[in-house]
């Protein structure tokens, strides 16, 4: 069982841009850094549900497909399954609809008690208030042997990682400088010392570095 | 003529490490991010005027290589020629002792008057009181029509590339996380967008990225 990360983030690390405005409630930074995440084959089949044959097929295809590659459960925050944005809908399912991407149990960290719900495609949003280390346990207990995703946010990412519990960091630097938002390094002093790093450079100009060990 | 920079930094921008102690004036961080700049041919023996023949021939060196040719004057900081490191002593001549490996001549930002020095290799030590494009003109008359590097310190470089003043920018990512000291991108939001940005990973697992305009 491997727990796994995968973010993108600008070149000077930036995870979580804050330019949100009301009109634009990512914010267009957010753009900048997954474009090439969002232009690939994987991404606009199996998120956006477009028709096959479409999108990129390089370097950031093969990252995007290895994504979703042998995961068997997800761990995400509060965040971002949406209660941040939406605390007052009771009937709030996550920004997905009825065709979240996951296809395995997604473990949502929340102090709300929210039964789980299903959905036709495999998967099921659990709730729980859970220590990293407790949220893991119960993600492998449901993970059939499968991988474990660390999905996000930032927080929760940044959580995992302090604690020690990560075995694969995939980092896409997309070839921007923002100078603003939320850094995923700080407070990671010397994360690196832990792990094999290997970096390649996709055609996009993106460059993919991943942690491993 | 071309204004350049190089400069070697970690995973999350560090350009300056501030883990320095009376025992360690470099800070251990410090090796840390130039370890594969200190292991090539031409910094062993351009710099260090070590024998021929050692030291690595790869992509490290390649850059390593790249980073003499062709500069007819540098210009630097007060920092880094050690004015601030050794500041009561009227007869310091920087920290090369004999051998500046600049073989032309170095603009030093100063407000202190001081004479030229010249050495036997034709490196000369020019020291003036200017603006960034001040800087910039002198160090162009004086360039012979070759490049001009700003070699350093940080506060340096970034002065001349929040003025928009530098033509290629070269960093040498080193995949290592500090979480602590001067981070080269701050302040510099959207840096990309007037360069074309490409990258490659060398041998040792360092990332070089270059903006070009």
């Known amino acids: 069982m491997t727990v796994r990360i995968d973010l993108n983030l600008s070149l000077d690390g930036i995870v979580m841009p804050t330019d949100q405005t009301p009109e634009n409630p990512m914010g267009a930074d957010w753009g900048r850094i997954v474009e090439h995440y969002a232009a690939t084959k994987t991404f606009r089949e199996r998120v ?12 950031d295809d093969r990252y995007a497909a290895a994504y979703f590659e042998g995961i068997g459960a997800e761990i995400m925050g509060a965040g971002m399954f949406g209660f941040h944005t939406f605390p007052d809908d009771p009937e709030w399912r996550g920004w997905w609809e009825d065709e979240p991407p996951f296809h395995s149990t997604v473990l949502v960290l929340t102090s709300r008690e929210r039964a789980p719900i299903d959905f036709a495609n495999g998967t099921r949003f659990e709730f729980l208030s859970a220590s990293p280390a407790e949220a ?9 042997g499968g991988d474990i995703r660390i999905g996000g946010g930032a927080g929760t990412v940044r959580d995992f990682l302090a604690a020690g519990l990560v075995d694969r960091l995939h980092v896409a630097l997309a070839p921007v400088v923002l100078g603003q938002g939320l850094r995923l390094w700080d407070g990671l002093r010397n994360l690196g010392s ?17 942690f491993a060990r």
Do not use: Q
């Open 48 to 59: 956006m549900h477009e028709t096959a044959g479409e999108g990129t097929t390089g370097v």
């Open 136 to 144: 893991l346990a119960r993600a492998e207990a449901v993970a059939g």
């Open 194 to 210: 832990d792990y094999v790093v290997t970096s390649e450079v996709a055609e996009s100009g993106v460059i993919h570095v991943t």
